[in-house]
T-cell receptor, first 113, second 113 residues
């Protein structure tokens, strides 16, 4: 039983395209996150949603738009992809925020050519 | 602002020898601190967390960490390394104002037979 799942696992696309990454959690958590991990393994939060409401929105280009249709899903849509968007994107979930453990998905490796 | 510094980007040990992964934090108040592990091509998994209870925290897989306020440190240790411990380890602090997790740059642990 996968707790936090992401699709696709790998995504290779051309510059300028629009793509989406989907995330689902079956843990009953109320908070979900998107993180970006660059080629040097540095991990930084992009967004978080609590009960479908945006809580954290870091200084991310507005080409990135998260959408949470319900508490169990948080999708990431990226418009006009750029070379610098190449990274591994991780979805995570937790019950509440702060000190509560975050459960991470397996990641989506995005390569922009 | 909260931050963490992982003092070593790479640590190599022989199987059966002790592991020490160093982390220093900066926080204007009593922080919540975590260690996460990332195995190759996998998501992150929580090893242990400190949230102002006991200063010596025991985690999974035989790891533990000690919170030392006087040294602003939260080093991760394990008495005897196993080959399966080879992974990337992240020291993390929770930003109490925003509930964001702020990640260190990671330490890659290699374990030699």
């Amino acid at each position: 039983d996968t707790a936090v799942s992401q699709t696709p696992k790998y995504l290779v696309t051309q510059m300028g395209n629009d793509k989406s990454i989907k995330c689902e959690q079956n843990l009953g958590h109320d908070t979900m996150y998107w993180y970006k991990q660059d080629s040097k393994k540095f991990l930084k939060i992009m967004f978080s949603y609590n009960n479908k409401e945006l809580i954290i929105n870091e200084t991310v280009p507005n080409r990135f738009s998260p959408k949470s249709p319900d508490k169990a899903h948080l999708n990431l849509h990226i418009n006009s992809l750029e070379l610098g968007d190449s990274a591994v994107y991780f979805c995570a979930s937790s019950q509440g925020t702060g000190t509560n453990e975050q459960f991470f998905g397996p990641g989506t490796r995005l390569t922009v050519l | 602002a909260q931050s963490v510094t992982q003092l070593d980007s790479h640590v190599s040990v022989s199987e059966g020898t002790p592991v020490l992964l160093r982390c220093n934090y900066s926080s204007s108040y009593s922080p919540s601190l975590f260690w996460y592990v990332q195995h190759p091509n996998k998501g992150l998994q929580l090893l242990l967390k400190y949230t102002s209870a006991a200063t010596l925290v025991k985690g999974i897989n035989g790891f533990e960490a000690e919170f030392k306020k006087s040294e602003t440190s939260f080093h991760l240790t394990k008495p005897s390394a196993h080959m399966s411990d080879a992974a990337e380890y992240f020291c993390v602090v929770s930003d109490g104002n925003t509930d964001k997790l702020i990640f260190g740059t990671g330490t890659r642990l290699q374990v030699f037979p």
